[in-house]
């Protein structure tokens, strides 16, 4: 639940606009089931292109059209309890000599935690993985939510919270990973220290 309740900006608000806000909660539902509840996100020419037309500030549609593709941030948080079994899965891919492997998942009884390991070591020598935003989807019937991860040079581990519990037989089932870099990641500076004696006060 929220840790710190919702406080509107303000007490105003024009009572004529409620059939319209009425419409806009509508659209978005409509939008959700239009979707099976995976939008992803329109292409930002789309967006530039609604925004002149209907003279709308693009910077705010962004944020919007941002919200609704992470809506899955403002759910309630589950934490999976009653610990059942261990069930181990096993399954991987290959990419650029990148493994992708779903390991093993823990069930409880009133959800699942996926393991997701990421091994880079027959990319290249010496290969280091960048820091990324890991995502994950089943189906629109599962939601699945990052519990953490952990990494070191060539090779990382990520959970997910997954509701409802997945079944203990997953045949058939399919792990679609989208894996996002950090936009933010900049070349690290390294700096020379010389020999110095160094007094804090």
Known sequence: MRERPFRPPTDYYCETLAPIDEQICALVAKRKELS???PGFPQLD???AWCQQYELNEDMMLRIFGYMYREHNFLPQLEPAEFLKFV???KSVEIDGVLFAVTHIKQYNNASVVYIETDGKNAKP???LER???ELFISPKY???????YG???SMRHSFVVTPPLPDDLTGVEFRLT???HSETLEMLTVALTELSVTIK
């Open 36 to 38: 099976q509840n995976n």
């Open 46 to 48: 789309q967006i530039s």
């Open 88 to 90: 181990p899965i096993l």
């Open 126 to 128: 010496n290969v280091r």
């Open 132 to 134: 990324t935003q890991f």
């Open 143 to 149: 939601q699945c939510r990052p519990d953490g991860g």
């Open 152 to 154: 070191h040079s060539n």
């Open 179 to 181: 894996i996002k870099p």
